[in-house]
Antibody, heavy 119, light 109 residues
Framework: EVQLVESGGGLVKPGGSLRLSCAAS????????MNWVRQAPGKGLEWVSSISSSSSNIYYADSVKGRFTISRDNAKNSLYLQMNNLRGEDTAVYYC????????????WGQGTLVKVSS | EILLTQSPATLSLSPGERATLSCRAS??????LAWYQQKPGQAPRLLIY???NRAAGIPARFSGSGSGTDFTLTISSLEPEDFAVYYCQLRHNWPPGYTFGQGTKLLIK
C-alpha cells in the first residue's frame, strides 16, 4: 500500500524554525517527484515546493522562497521541509504529496501535519 | 502566472442530481488539468487527471472534460458521500510550479 506519513509539525513562535518530515512506503520513492502542499485553516490548497526524483530540480512558491528548503533522502525514503523565519501566514496543515507518472498531478497525499505560528 | 477560477463557489444540490463544476484558466493551457475531492478533516484525493482521465478507484459517475481555458467536472448522479470541496489544479512551466483553484463547496440541499 502506498503511504505517506508526515511528522514534525507543532507550535512555533514567529521567526522560529521547524523541520517537517515525510516517510514514504509502498512504492519506489527514488523514482518520483515529491511536493509539499499546504492548507491554511478554512482556506484552499497552496503548492509550496517541489523536488525531482534525484533532487536536480527544486522549485518554491514565491511566498516561501528564501525561507523554506526542500530536500530528500532516497536511501531513507524520506522527504523534508526545513522552514525558517516562520510567519503567522505560514500556519497551515502541510501535506506531503507524490507527483504521478504524468508529472502533472498529485496521486498520493499524506494525512498532513499542522504547523501553527503564534507568539 | 496562470490563475484558475472555480465556479460556483458553493453549489447546493440533492442526492441523485447532476453536478457541474467549472474551472477557468486565465490563459490557454495544456490539458494537464486535475481535479481533487476533499472531505472535512481529510487530505485531498485525486479524482481526474489530464482533464478527462479518472484516477484509480474513482467511480464512473465522475467525469472531466474541457480544453483551452475552460474545464468541467461532472458528477452524473450525486451520492451522499460526494458532498465535499472540489479543487482544480494545473502544473505550469514558468514560473515552475503548480496552481490550485480556490475550490467549489458542494452542499446537500
Amino acid at each position: 500500500e502506498v503511504q505517506l506519513v508526515e511528522s514534525g509539525g507543532g507550535l512555533v513562535k514567529p521567526g522560529g524554525s521547524l523541520r517537517l518530515s515525510c516517510a514514504a512506503s509502498g512504492f519506489t520513492f527514488s523514482s518520483y517527484t515529491m511536493n509539499w502542499v499546504r492548507q491554511a485553516p478554512g482556506k484552499g490548497l497552496e503548492w509550496v515546493s517541489s523536488i525531482s526524483s534525484s533532487s536536480s530540480n527544486i522549485y518554491y512558491a514565491d511566498s516561501v522562497k528564501g525561507r523554506f528548503t526542500i530536500s530528500r533522502d532516497n536511501a531513507k525514503n524520506s522527504l523534508y521541509l526545513q522552514m525558517n523565519n516562520l510567519r503567522g501566514e505560514d500556519t497551515a496543515v502541510y501535506y506531503c504529496t507524490r507527483v504521478d507518472e504524468t508529472g502533472y498531478s498529485f496521486d498520493c497525499w499524506g494525512q498532513g501535519t499542522l504547523v501553527k505560528v503564534s507568539s | 502566472e496562470i490563475l484558475l477560477t472555480q465556479s460556483p463557489a458553493t453549489l447546493s444540490l440533492s442526492p441523485g442530481e447532476r453536478a457541474t463544476l467549472s474551472c477557468r484558466a486565465s490563459q490557454r493551457v495544456s490539458s494537464y488539468l486535475a481535479w481533487y475531492q476533499q472531505k472535512p478533516g481529510q487530505a485531498p484525493r485525486l479524482l481526474i487527471y489530464d482533464a478527462s482521465n479518472r484516477a484509480a478507484g474513482i467511480p464512473a459517475r465522475f467525469s472531466g472534460s474541457g480544453s483551452g481555458t475552460d474545464f468541467t467536472l461532472t458528477i452524473s448522479s450525486l451520492e451522499p458521500e460526494d458532498f465535499a470541496v472540489y479543487y482544480c489544479q494545473l502544473r505550469h512551466n514558468w514560473p515552475p510550479g503548480y496552481t490550485f483553484g480556490q475550490g467549489t463547496k458542494l452542499l446537500i440541499k
